[in-house]
């Protein structure tokens, strides 16, 4: 079974302060995702990796950056929290080729 | 026009029943189609997938292809309180480019 885990299940950070959410998988999956999920909006894609080092952009990527130095972790990066960044994280990652996605547990974010 | 539409219900069914969900998608070029179920608080689970050269089934759950009319429906058969949940539709029209829906909520009465 494909495992995915991130690193918290709830953060509460303050306004300004630099966030690091981790992701990490087990299946040696090249692509990986962070996802955020707002009510009403539905999952909205911020970044994604097809490979280390490599990222694309998303629908939404301000305000974000993202790091994938090696295989199995993908990090979503905060540069400088902000309340409208309260939210529901969720990573996945998707093998070459293969065609479904599989999500981590989430990561609830609280930002005061 | 949102790329995957979903009504957001609430629906309702009695225990046992024929629950009925769609989605609209507006990629033609869409490959395949995705159904997770998201419960409270929790991350969505995969349930099924289709290719767009047809339909599946799996157990008490059919995932069903209208290309014309560009739907998908999720049936699910002998509804259990357990299925109790969020429903979120998704197409991947290429590569890492997936669209999801903001989901439907069913609840199974018992």
């Known amino acids: 079974d494909v495992k995915v885990t991130q690193s918290s299940r709830y953060l509460v950070k303050r306004t300004g302060e630099k966030v690091f959410l981790e992701c990490v998988q087990d299946m040696d999956h090249e692509n990986m995702f962070w996802y955020r999920q707002d009510p009403g909006l539905g999952l909205r894609l911020i970044y994604f990796?097809?490979?280390?080092?490599?990222?694309e952009k998303g629908d939404i990527p301000e305000g974000y950056s993202v790091s994938r130095e090696k295989k199995e972790r993908f990090s979503l990066i905060l540069e400088s929290a902000s309340t409208n960044q309260t939210s529901m994280y969720l990573c996945?990652?998707?093998?070459?080729?293969?065609?479904?996605?599989?999500f981590g547990p989430g990561t609830r974010l609280l930002v005061l | 026009q949102k790329e995957v539409e979903q009504n957001s219900g609430p629906l309702s069914v009695p225990e046992g029943a024929i629950a009925s969900l769609n989605c609209t998608y507006s990629d033609r070029g869409s490959q395949s189609f995705f159904w997770y179920r998201q419960y409270s608080g929790k991350s969505p689970e995969l349930i099924m997938f289709?290719?767009?050269?047809g339909d599946k089934e799996d157990g008490r759950f059919t995932a069903q292809l209208n290309k014309a009319s560009q739907y998908v429906s999720l049936l699910i058969r002998d509804s259990q309180p357990s299925d109790s949940a969020t429903y979120l539709c998704a197409v991947n029209v290429n590569g890492n480019q997936f669209y999801f829906g903001t989901g439907t909520s069913l609840t199974v009465i018992p």
């Open positions: 289709i290719y767009s050269n």
């Open positions: 990796s097809y490979d280390v080092k490599m990222k």
């Open positions: 996945a990652s998707r093998g070459q080729g293969l065609p479904t996605q599989y």
